[in-house]
């Protein structure tokens, strides 16, 4: 009976507080030990604690009275704490420089599991609360909210992406998710939308080997309406040209979980995905000086791949494919060289035994056997420049 009036007086009193069973630490490079942030609740003060010595190593705030108080989130080097903070008036997210024991300031909102992500030099902050996805300054407290829309796991972004070297933030968004958005870090605007046309299916995107472009493309690993039309398109950051492509092929997905190799960009004579694919791939050659059909443009050349592979460019006129297969354990090994002028296969080795051939490689598949004993693969899961890429066995 005294348990159970216990708990009626916990839940039902606006006195009830919150508080976490276990600090959230941070390996601090500004002290080299473990912190975290201590709420006295009979003083009402806050502090930055040493976990090792148990002593203050800042004082954040010496009144502050709150109903329920959270820590979410570090900073990547622990300079800045972030809480969600419930006082009678509202809840919002609240951030401190512990360096310097200042509170640099506040958001309203209420925080999800996807709450912080922020820029390398922690400039920025993109919040994620069930109001919306918002872009803040942490060091000027200006804040931006970029996405109105969250979805039912507290999402208003798919990935988020800080590329300092344009000065832009690249998102996805939930509600939009055709295209990825970027927004300029000095002013706060939309400077561009990257989109797949009018095909419809989340994105993700890779940057090319020049910087200037990217490629978005359906990944296929989140589908809301089950079966999409999968999108595909190329495009120039600085003019903002872009070529939407058709694989015409069905299923098509490009995806980490398979693995994909590109050539060209937009301003080659040709541009050219490997795709390699879970269990079988396929090669798409488009010749962007005679690009066929109509806007989304099918492939000039297209060929059958096997389960890991490469490619090179021999010249601009030649194209050579390296692809293997691994039957019942055993690696083999073909070459295939296209001529790009006329889109027919020149030669065609015979599958051979992978071992034997890369063990004393001729001089043609040197390349192709120097870059197959190395496994380079990222996700597109994570915050990548390049979310997939070039993935074949490891053999030596």
């Not at 009275?65 to 009678?88: D, K, M, N, R």
């Not at 939009?176 to 797949?196: C, D, E, K």
């Not at 079966?227 to 997905?253: C, S």
Request: hydrophobic letters at 40%; a negative charge.
């Amino acid at each position: 009976m005294r348990l159970l009036l216990l708990l009626t007086i916990a839940l039902f009193s606006p006195l009830f507080v919150f508080a976490q069973d276990k600090p959230l630490l941070c390996s601090s490079q500004n002290t080299h030990e473990k912190i975290f942030v201590r709420y006295d609740w009979q003083n009402a003060h806050l502090s930055v604690i040493s976990w090792g010595s148990g002593e203050t190593q800042q004082e954040l705030e010496s009144s502050f009275p709150v109903s329920a108080f959270s820590v979410i989130g570090w900073s990547p080097s622990c300079q800045y704490v972030l809480a969600e903070v419930h006082t009678q008036e509202a809840t919002a997210i609240f951030a401190w420089n512990v360096i310097t024991g200042q509170r640099v300031g506040s958001l309203n909102g209420s925080a999800t599991r996807y709450t912080a992500n922020w820029s390398t030099d922690e400039q920025f902050a993109v919040l994620q609360v069930y109001e919306g996805g918002f872009l803040w300054n942490i060091q000027t407290n200006e804040q931006t909210l970029i996405n109105a829309v969250t979805d039912k796991y507290g999402r208003s972004f798919y990935t988020i992406e800080w590329d300092q070297n344009w000065n832009e933030l690249l998102v996805v968004k939930i509600g939009s998710g055709n295209g990825v958005t970027t927004y300029n870090l000095t002013n706060y605007q939309q400077t561009a939308f990257y989109h797949i046309g009018n095909r419809r299916g989340i994105v993700t995107y890779r940057e090319l080997e020049n910087p200037r472009y990217l490629l978005v493309y359906t990944s296929g690993r989140e589908r809301i309406f089950g079966n999409l039309a999968q999108g595909l398109a190329l495009w120039d950051r600085d003019t903002q040209a872009n070529i939407q492509f058709d694989p015409n092929v069905d299923n098509f997905v490009l995806s980490s979980f398979g693995a994909f190799d590109v050539l060209g960009d937009l301003s080659s004579r040709s541009f050219i995905i490997s795709d390699y694919g879970l269990y079988a791939g396929q090669l798409y050659v488009w010749d962007l000086q005679n690009l066929t059909g109509n806007t989304p443009y099918i492939p000039n050349y297209q060929q059958h791949l096997l389960r890991g592979g490469d490619i090179r460019l021999v010249d601009e006129n030649a194209l050579e494919v390296v692809d293997w297969l691994l039957p019942r354990s055993i690696y083999k090994l073909r070459s295939t060289l296209i001529d790009l002028n006329t889109y027919t296969q020149v030669s065609v080795s015979p599958l051979v035994r992978f071992r034997t051939t890369c063990d004393t490689p001729p001089p043609m598949l040197e390349w192709a056997c120097q870059r197959a004993s190395v496994s380079s693969v990222q996700s597109d899961l994570g915050a990548s420049r390049n979310h997939a890429t070039y993935y074949p066995p490891k053999f030596r």
